[in-house]
């Protein structure tokens, strides 16, 4: 069996872990039987989902993205493909995965680019839904696990609505298209004038109330959240989901309480974070 280089999983590591993020941070938690196979699928997630937000015609996205709905299906000759997807191939993750829930990142992709701004939180929501659904489906394809429609829906919207405040943390670039108008009409402020940082006292205020909106989403996907498991999975089914879930949850508990200090400070991960996440993996066995 061909084994996955160096080099390739260096490539991987770039895509899904740029420095500070989550998933740098909950991979150390990661089983070693599993990590090759995550870490490609979070670089194809962040390799496809960068598309729509980066600083080129529509033309060039629409053909990077004809591109990768090529790649996806394409038969798996390994001398020639993609290192995302060479290393989606070599650690088993590819056969667990289906063609229409791969191209699903590709449509979840095209919605983004120039999209419009939602009229409020209701709206938000099943934006945010649809999104987000498509990464947790994949994740809990390579668990062998699904979970109940119902808890989907408010998890794929409170993950993904963490992922857009996360956007707001110091030195990233905001996602203030993403913001709800009713919000912006609430404070008197335009998306253009929050990324100009006019306004940073109106955004610490607006981060404050998504991440309330982004934290009841959280407990009610969780309430009553089962995990149905398909066999042959050694370890714990959707534990790292869960340990994702945990953090961000537990970082929008901080913003909503202040979130100026966010804004200022950034989004770091230390000692106290990886001492939650070993107490709360613990929990889970």
């Known amino acids: 069996m061909v084994a996955v280089s160096p080099v390739e999983l260096e490539y991987c590591s770039d895509l899904a872990m740029p420095p500070g993020s989550l998933f740098e941070f909950t991979s150390r938690f990661l089983p070693a039987d599993r990590r090759e196979s995550l870490l490609a699928l979070y670089a194809l997630m962040q390799a496809i989902g960068k598309i729509p937000q980066s600083p080129v015609d529509d ?133 253009a004038q929050l990324q100009q940082k006019l306004y940073p006292d109106k955004l610490a205020r607006i981060l404050a109330q998504l991440a309330g909106y982004g934290l009841d989403w959280f407990s009610k996907g969780m309430s009553g959240l089962k995990v149905i498991q398909d066999t042959g999975v050694q370890s714990p089914p959707g534990s790292h989901l869960k340990l994702r879930w945990a953090m961000e949850r537990r970082r929008l508990s901080l913003i909503r309480k202040d979130a100026g200090r966010f804004l200022d400070e950034g989004e770091r991960y230390g000692p106290a974070d990886a001492w939650f996440a070993w107490r709360f993996l613990r929990r889970l066995k």
């Not at 038969?75 to 070599?90: A, M, N, Q, T, Y």
Request: charged share 25%; aromatic share 6%; glycine share 4%.
């Open 59 to 191: 033309s060039v996205k629409w053909a990077k993205l004809k591109w990768w709905s090529e790649e996806l299906v394409a038969e798996p000759d390994l001398s020639s493909r993609h290192p995302v997807l060479r290393v989606l191939w070599l650690s088993g993750a590819r056969s667990h995965l289906n063609n229409d829930l791969l191209l699903r990142l590709l449509s979840d992709a095209v919605k983004q680019i120039d999209i419009a701004p939602d009229c409020d939180e209701n709206a938000m929501f099943e934006r945010l839904t649809g999104l987000g659904s498509t990464e947790i489906q994949l994740e809990l394809a390579l668990d062998k696990t699904e979970i109940d429609t119902r808890n989907l829906s408010f998890l794929a919207a409170a993950s993904r609505l963490s992922q857009i405040i996360a956007s707001f943390s110091a030195h990233q670039q905001f996602e203030t298209g993403q913001l709800p108008m009713n919000v912006l009409a609430k404070y008197n402020v335009s998306a």
